[in-house]
């Protein structure tokens, strides 16, 4: 199980160039994944991308390459046609506003073409070495994810206790609930007859309500929901949408109970039970 909150850096050699590899990610329901590179090495994006995406399923996500330190051949070239014309325009400007500001070289070779500059690199060594180091920089990443996925975990299992707390309270109380229906129901039949009544009769009536309002078949999915729940985070291989969706299904019953609720203890256990899921649903969007 990964967290979608995730980093890892790894800093490397390539063909004479030192680089600063950093990838760091944030939850989102879809992946979302940036690279920023140097722009000599944007040649390699769709290497890098897809290298990522073979890991990376979901999430915010931002890889930066950065350059410490090249140590290469570079062929550096003047255009002093350009660097006139820029020096022209400059002066232009400068004899229309009257102002007599000495223009400087380094103001000139600053604009863009004036200095041309040739990185000396073998791309077929790029192609070969990149592979290598994303796999290392994504292994520490998953690791760091796995750890955090771990506490998600463990944190989602306690709030999946508190819910079975809940649901033996809502059990328990369930055959209270239903003999109180039934009592109240006599009583209402006595009071409507003036305390002649065909018991028989009010008792299938009564069993018919039963059948409507009892959560017996409630609480049995309720169970069957948390007991799949509790699988899918053991098994350590499922996934935020999943667990989501469960607690969707979890989430139905306890309203349905809810709904049919007579008594303040089992209230009392839904409002505990929505509260842990509400938890667990929130933890469940750090998940990929």
């Not at 299992?157 to 009592?183: C, G, H, P, V, W």
């Not at 009071?191 to 009010?202: K, Y």
Request: aromatic content about 8%; glycine content about 2%; proline content about 1%.
């Amino acid at each position: 199980m990964k967290s979608m909150t995730g980093y890892a850096n790894l800093e490397t050699t390539i063909d004479n160039f030192e680089i600063a590899c950093e990838i760091k990610s944030y939850n989102s329901r879809f992946l979302d994944l940036n690279i920023n590179l140097p722009f000599w090495m944007t040649r390699f994006e769709s290497l890098i991308r897809a290298h990522c995406t073979k890991q990376i399923l979901r999430g915010k996500v931002e890889l930066n390459f950065r350059i410490k330190n090249a140590n290469i051949n570079m062929n550096v070239s003047a255009n002093p046609q350009m660097a006139k014309a820029y020096y022209d325009a400059v002066k232009t400007i400068a004899d229309t506003i009257n102002l007599q500001d000495e223009i400087s070289l380094s103001l000139i070779i600053k604009q863009e073409g004036v200095l041309q500059i040739d990185r000396v690199f073998n791309a077929e060594i790029w192609e070969s070495k990149l592979p290598p180091i994303l796999d290392t920089l994504l292994e520490r990443y998953d690791s760091f994810r796995h750890t955090e996925g771990a506490a998600l975990a463990k944190d989602i299992l306690n709030m999946l206790q508190k819910i079975e707390y809940s649901i033996e309270e809502i059990d328990r109380f369930s055959a209270q609930m239903e003999a109180i229906f039934t009592k109240n129901l006599q009583d209402k039949f006595t009071e409507l007859t003036n305390s002649q009544f065909d018991e028989q009769r009010v008792l299938q009536e009564v069993a018919a309500l039963l059948i409507k309002y009892t959560i017996n078949e409630e609480v049995v999915r309720l169970k069957a929901h948390v007991a799949a729940l509790k699988k899918e985070l053991e098994t350590n291989k499922t996934s935020g949408k999943k667990i989501d969706f469960i607690c969707q299904e979890i989430n139905r019953e306890i309203n349905t109970i809810g709904s049919k609720n007579q008594l303040i203890e089992i209230a009392q256990a839904v409002v505990n039970v929505k509260d842990a899921l509400e938890n667990i649903r929130e933890q469940a969007r750090n998940l990929e």
